[in-house]
């Protein structure tokens, strides 16, 4: 198994095939959640960038929104008594409309992705592999992009950085204490609000 990386030009410092020998050992260790493509597998990686994608989506929609006003009473917190444990937080604190919002579209979307593993439809891509169907070839630590537009190596390229990216505001969000839509708005430059 061969990845068609670009990066030949220093062989010692990104190994050619680390993801490809990744696959294949876990092919060999754990091969009855291999065939599903469960694991370090190029149809996870695929379906991990979709969701990194959405959120991406999903977050400056927010950003958005709240820049705006179109949510109601973002800062109000919830109140116990009417939403019991939904309100809180690791039983400690209790959240606000704006993250009550967010998080039930949050699981609105991982309900989606549930469905679309069960049962999915005829045309769209199963989130797990059918029984004998072979996953794609690992695509390499950085792609060869050569063709332009709407391509599956484009997809895998926008996926990872749509994964590096979260990471990245995580990251920036526990370091410094602050909301990430607040730091998606510094971001874009107060495009938001």
Avoid at 7 to 21: A, I, K, T, W
Avoid at 168 to 177: F, I, Q
Wanted: hydrophobic residues 40%; aromatic residues 12%; glycine residues 10%.
């Amino acid at each position: 198994m061969r990845s068609s990386s670009s990066l030949n030009f220093y062989p010692s410092m990104f190994p050619e095939d680390v993801f490809g020998e990744g696959v294949k050992d876990w092919k060999e260790e754990y091969a009855p959640f291999a065939k599903y493509g469960w694991g370090p597998s190029v149809q996870a990686e695929k379906w991990n960038g979709r969701h990194a994608m959405f959120g991406w989506v999903f977050m400056c929609a927010t950003a958005y929104a709240k820049g705006h006003g179109l949510i109601p009473d973002a800062d109000t917190i919830l109140n116990l008594k009417e939403w019991g444990t939904l309100a809180t937080i690791s039983n400690k604190d209790t959240i606000t409309n704006e993250r009550a919002i967010i998080l039930i579209a949050n699981v609105h979307f991982l309900f989606l992705s549930v469905c679309a593993t069960l049962c999915p439809l005829p045309f769209s891509d199963p989130l797990l592999l059918e029984p004998g169907t072979e996953d794609e070839e690992p695509y390499g630590l950085i792609p060869n992009y050569k063709d332009m537009g709407v391509t599956k190596t484009a997809e895998m390229i926008n996926g990872r950085l749509a994964m590096l990216g979260i990471v990245a505001l995580m990251g920036n969000s526990a370091v410094t204490g602050r909301s990430m839509i607040d730091i998606i708005n510094e971001w874009v430059g107060g495009a938001y609000f």
